[in-house]
């Protein structure tokens, strides 16, 4: 992986969902609602409902939706209850692929995913058949022109990163889930911004598309992304820096 960035991946494939604000922040809701009925309404003693917070407010999603989001998790609002799901197959190339998914009706998420990986040249597989191939972690991304290696690593090591590492034009910070929300508050303590924060999934290896096998991929990733149950695709395929500049072009 050295030389890779996990980041430019992300990126790319992110891009045209998170133009579409009203089904990002439906997503994002969803995610809150979890947290909330998983660990309770305080966001001080719940990391997770605290984590999906921050994602909110990145994307500017309003107070009054993140509180009703909350509401809705606790019960106080009533509704049907979303729970979340793990689904995991592979796509075209042998690519891993793992989606997490908040539904409040499996019998219908399931069919609807096992159709887009087959339209897509993918199968949905078992449980487990792809997940021992990738790390949950948190990953904060700065650029370089923002604030330096030897800064970060001072600042977020002592709020308990794993790792902070240089690729490209951007520095990537890896930390355990547990511990995302105490190096965000250390960064946006010393005003140092992010190209991108969120806890995903990190594949363990890689497999190395060319352009148009990256095409094939991104058609799955991308129909994934878009499905409103989906709330993160992870995937372990690799984009070069010149196949990376024929897809955006």
Known sequence: MAG????????????????KRARLWTKLSRAIAVAARLGGADPNSNSRLKTAIIDARAVSMPKDNIERAIKAGTGELGGDAVEEVLYEGYGPHGVAVMCEVMTDNRNRTAPELRKLFEKFGGNLGATGCVAYLFDRKGLFVVSKDKATEEQLIELVLEAGAEDVRAVDQVIEILTTPDRFSQVNEVLEAAEIPCESKQVTRIPQTSVALDVEQAREVLQLIDALDDHDDVQNVSANFELSAEVLAVLNQ
């Open 4 to 19: 890779h960035s996990q980041y430019s991946n992300i990126k790319h494939r992110k891009a045209a969902v998170d133009s």
